[in-house]
């Protein structure tokens, strides 16, 4: 029988050591300026006054809080999630589902239609923004061809926030149908078998099996959205930049609004700051659901 | 008994009729937008602004891409953008396995849920909190408008995700492997250079694709970071937007030349591509 006895050196695990080129990575790009940020957001740095810097304490927060556009955006932030779950997931699964049968040339289906995940954002808006055109758009051209008048789909609120969701959506459903494509795969046939076996019907299995052994999949991909809903910014920079108005901003398009084109940047880092609390409840959920999975 | 297998025959014939066609039509709405990018970046303008619109009875001009490739410095930013990708690729790939290799292999460690924490903290929070005050600090450090600072900056955004999906594919590699060259007086650094890195190879493959895709697509931080000599694609692409002129053509143009590499390099690396986007969770 083989020895499992060790001399200390080798039996070390690799542990810090090699963490420390990330954590000398992270510390500059990321730690540094979020703490830099909280500095940041105590001072009066505006880029387009020649005040001298100074400490104000907490008036970038007050100022922040008591803003009406603060709340609005927030909402909008919101109003984006909840549309946007509500369309993506349950698209992706049934698409998901339909992908399992194993088909013929489901394989084939799989690789096209995971492309728009793919593509670059940005391109991904500009194509968009010329196809919900009012005047040459193919979307309102192809909603005359039935008796529809069209929409100014990037000029008002509720219509700007629908193209938004269709835009994101075309390049985030293939996602979820890829995720629960995965947990389909793991779920043992014989289950199936025995459900037919019972005369279940499909929509029996589909709510009684399926969904329920998926639900793990899904609380990580509801999270990996939320997330991405939040930091949504290339999309809705391009379609909208947050208009008409506020009406299409989000608080990270505010935030950099508030930054780049009012040059606040205190008021800006202020934001940030009030951002990061608000999705501390996050980084707790997203924790707990990926070790659920595991 | 014959009539009902007849019956179920047809049923399960009817259930296939559907789902080719749900899937048709999914493929159909997944493709148009790129078909119609790529046909109104080879038409003439008049072309473009015609309604009932044209899918196929135009004549093809290379035109938009001329007034593209002749834009100042479109080669530059073209070659930049490649070169960021590629720079950022690696090092996500070199930094980050190494991390994923402690990750994965030590339960405990210092220091381990604190990069855990801040893992996430990169994946949640929305860029901006983090790019603004760095564009702040650029000031004092010299790192606006700098390639090698882009590298890093997008390197940094990268490798929470590399490592976690890094992470994934170590944790298949059974230990009795590493085990066995322990005893034979392996350190750790010839562990994970001989015997592990071979072994994740593939892992290592998918992550580095979806990272090259992230940099490639990255807008955020060039947008703020990025000035003149260092712009990268999605900016130049993003430029058409600003000017009035409405010019769909060249506009769709350049989107089919940021496009086209990913449409190409998915084709080439199906198999990776799945194992990575789906964060090793779909073996192949």
């Known amino acids: ?294 | 008994m014959a009539k009902i297998s007849k019956e179920c025959a047809m049923k399960i014939k009817l259930d296939k009729v559907a789902s080719y066609s749900i899937l048709l039509v999914a493929v159909f709405f997944s493709m148009f937008p790129i078909f119609w990018t790529i046909s109104t970046s080879i038409k003439a303008r008049v072309d473009t602004f015609t309604l009932p619109p044209k899918f196929f009875n135009f004549t093809p001009t290379w035109k938009n891409y001329q007034l593209l490739f002749e834009l100042d410095g479109f080669w530059r930013i073209y070659a930049n953008t490649i070169f960021i990708t590629l720079a950022t690729t690696a090092l996500c790939l070199i930094i980050g396995s190494l991390a994923a290799y402690s990750l994965a292999r030590t339960e405990k460690f210092r220091g381990r849920s604190a990069l855990e924490i801040l893992m996430i903290i990169v994946r949640a929070l929305p860029g901006i909190v983090i790019i603004l005050p760095l564009y702040n600090l650029s000031t004092y450090f010299g790192l606006y408008d700098r390639a090698w600072a882009l590298i890093l900056i997008y390197t940094g955004f990268n490798i929470p995700f590399a490592i976690w999906l890094m992470t994934n594919f170590f944790d298949q590699v059974p230990t009795e492997i590493e085990d066995a060259a322990r005893v034979d007086g392996a350190s750790n650094m010839q562990l994970f250079t001989k015997v592990l890195i071979p072994l994740v190879t593939p892992g290592l493959v998918a992550t580095g694709v979806f990272v090259a895709l992230l940099s490639w697509n990255e807008f955020l931080i060039p947008v703020i970071m990025a000035g003149e000599s260092s712009k990268t694609m999605p900016i130049l692409v993003s430029s058409f937007i600003s000017n009035r002129t409405l010019d769909w053509g060249p506009m769709a143009a350049a989107a089919t030349v940021a496009l086209l590499p990913i449409i190409i390099f998915t084709i080439a690396i199906q198999k990776w591509l799945v194992v990575g986007l789906s964060g090793g969770a779909v073996k192949e």
Request: no cysteine; aromatic share 12%; proline share 5%.
């Open chain 1, 1 to 294: 029988m083989r020895s499992t006895k060790r001399t200390p050196k080798s039996s070390a695990k690799p542990t810090t050591s090699f963490t420390a080129p990330t954590w000398i990575l992270l510390s500059f790009t990321i730690l540094l300026p979020l703490l830099y940020g909280v500095y940041l957001s105590f001072l009066n740095v505006n880029l387009s006054s020649f005040a001298p810097t100074k400490f104000i304490g907490l008036d970038n927060y007050r100022l922040a809080l008591s803003a009406p556009e603060t709340y609005s955006t927030f909402i909008t932030t919101i109003q984006l999630m909840v549309i946007g779950l509500v369309i993506q997931i349950p698209l992706g699964i049934f698409l998901a589902v339909t992908l399992h049968q194993n088909l013929k040339g489901s394989r084939f289906f799989r690789s096209v239609l995971i492309v728009p995940m793919l593509l670059t954002p940005v391109a991904v808006g500009l194509i968009f923004r010329f196809m919900f055109d009012t005047d040459i758009g193919i979307i309102n051209w192809a909603l005359s061809l039935i008796g529809s008048d069209g929409y100014n789909w990037l000029g008002a609120r509720t219509s700007a926030l629908i193209a938004i969701v269709i835009v994101d959506s075309w390049q985030s459903v293939p996602f979820v149908m890829l995720l629960v494509v995965a947990a389909l795969a793991t779920i043992p046939t014989s289950i199936y078998e025995a459900a037919l076996v019972d005369g279940a019907n499909k929509f029996q299995v589909f709510f009684r099996i399926t969904l329920p052994l998926i639900v793990p999949t899904l609380l990580v991909l509801t999270m990996i959205k939320i997330m991405d809903f939040l930091k949504l910014f290339d999309t809705l920079f391009i379609l909208t930049r947050g208009g008409p108005g506020n009406d299409t901003t989000t608080l990270g398009l505010w935030t950099y609004k508030t930054g780049f084109v009012f040059l606040e940047m205190s008021r800006a880092a202020a934001l940030g700051v009030i951002i990061l609390f608000i999705t501390m409840p996050v980084y707790f959920l997203w924790r707990k659901s990926a070790k659920s999975v595991r």
